[in-house]
């Protein structure tokens, strides 16, 4: 039995040395012979002295025609970009400017296509009553947090203005502005900008002149997390002039960088 | 042991991390189609550049602002010449359109096939996700800024040569 297999080590060698012989003698074969009229396109010799001198240079064309590169050789080849279509358009969020029925006035939020311009969903003109006399002009409202031009990217603001004499309410998205009594600023992944699922909104009263701070909860400040679920909170805050207003919001998330701020009630306490 | 069996597994089931709590959107995956006729599929797909995906985007985004739409939207863009009729009826002339970033650029799809010219193509489906502003002066409101987010679908054809 221990013989056996240096037996059948030496039987293989002999098989592969056979096949390699023999390859080499079939090729030696194929080489010898006169492989051109194996060809579709020559002719043969007795065909070839009928042909005229035309015939003869299409088939000289024919056989200068080298086949086009394919993408699936290894071959290195050049690629140019010869034509760009644009075939779909999936709107994830405010503005889709190729809009079928309006690339202007239209805007998604929560996935929803709504044919309203984006301005004016957020922004305090008139139009959307989401802004105006008293605090009921922000009740009700939602609006959807918007980049800053110059804040870092991905920080998004939603501010609400409230002047404390009128009671007159703004609420909308956008930069901070002077005056903001409550600002909802998304801060994602602790400022370094990235999403590891830790990012929160935070909220807090500002202004250049403080008008309004936070009271309850204690400590002027509140971070949530909208991107776990939609988050309801709620804020007493005091102006300078004494007046109570105890507002009550829900954080909703939009994907997983962006949210929107619905302002459920305000009321004087 | 086995009567602990189900606790032990609906004890796991309780203990898995908080992360995978997070609520997610639901975003449509986007997947390869069939093959348009003539054309087979590339074995192994060279991605397109990144940055020529962007350019590609940038030269769309151009088309709107300029008024040649047509030139880039595919013929089977739905609704295409609703949207060419709205461009001319909604759209200012002093439209302008601003690409404030691209993200998610990827190759979901790529096939070969031999064009017009007679050249071998190819056909790539690139998906990305870009971050706009339409910005133009409004008679009555003054200047305007529209900002969005969409996920753009692009057919890029590119010619071969050695």
């Known amino acids: 039995m221990r013989?056996?297999?240096?037996?059948?080590?030496?039987?293989?060698?002999?098989?592969?040395l056979g096949l390699a012989v023999g390859g080499a003698g079939a090729g030696a074969v194929d080489l010898s012979g006169d492989s051109r009229n194996d060809s579709p396109i020559l002719p043969t010799d007795d065909q070839f002295n009928t042909l005229s001198r035309d015939e003869v240079q299409q088939i000289l064309n024919k056989l200068n025609v080298v086949p086009p590169p394919d993408a699936n050789t290894k071959t290195e080849l050049r690629r140019v970009i010869t034509k760009v279509e644009l075939f779909r358009i999936d709107p994830k969020n405010g503005n889709n400017p190729f809009n079928t029925e309006d690339p202007i006035d239209n805007a998604t939020v929560n996935g929803i296509v709504q044919q309203v311009a984006v301005d004016d969903l957020n922004d305090n003109?008139?139009?959307?009553?989401?802004?105006?006399?008293?605090l009921d002009a922000c009740i009700g409202q939602t609006v959807q947090g918007q980049l800053s031009p110059t804040a870092p990217p991905d920080l998004r603001f939603v501010n609400m203005v409230v002047d404390p004499v009128t009671l007159d309410c703004q609420v909308f998205g956008g930069q901070s502005v002077d005056g903001a009594f409550l600002i909802f600023q998304y801060s994602p992944g602790a400022l370094d900008l990235t999403v590891q699922g830790d990012e929160t909104v935070s909220i807090f009263a500002d202004a250049t002149v403080p008008v309004w701070r936070i009271i309850d909860p204690a400590g002027g400040f509140v971070f949530i997390d909208p991107f776990v679920a939609a988050q309801t909170v709620r804020i007493v805050l005091q102006a300078n002039n004494g007046?109570?207003?105890?507002?009550?919001?829900t954080l909703t998330p939009i994907g997983f960088t962006e949210f929107s701020v619905t302002v459920v009630n305000l009321v004087v306490q | 042991m086995q009567r602990l069996a189900p606790f032990i597994i609906l004890g796991g089931l309780l203990a898995s991390p908080a992360s995978a709590q997070d609520i997610r959107g639901f975003r449509a995956i986007a997947t390869p189609e069939a093959t348009p006729e003539g054309t087979v599929p590339v074995e192994t797909p060279q991605v397109i550049d990144a940055q020529a995906a962007k350019a590609a985007a940038e030269d769309v985004m151009a088309a709107w602002?300029?008024?040649q739409l047509d030139d880039v939207l595919a013929p089977d863009f739905q609704d295409r010449q609703r949207l060419l009729d709205s461009m001319i009826e909604d759209v200012p002339q002093d439209a302008e359109i601003r690409v404030l970033g691209i993200r998610g650029v990827q190759t979901v799809q790529q096939f070969q096939g031999t064009g017009a010219s007679g050249r071998t193509e190819i056909t790539s489906i690139v998906s990305l996700t870009a971050d706009t502003q339409?910005?133009?002066n409004d008679p009555a409101r003054g200047f305007r800024q529209l900002r969005g987010q969409n996920e753009f679908f692009l057919r890029i054809t590119e010619e071969l040569a050695e």
């Open chain 1, 125 to 134: 003109d008139d139009g959307n009553n989401n802004n105006g006399a008293g």
């Open chain 2, 65 to 67: 602002a300029d008024g």
């Open chain 1, 243 to 249: 007046v109570i207003v105890e507002g009550t919001f």
């Open chain 1, 3 to 16: 013989h056996q297999a240096p037996t059948r080590a030496l039987a293989v060698v002999g098989l592969l």
């Open chain 2, 134 to 136: 339409i910005e133009f």
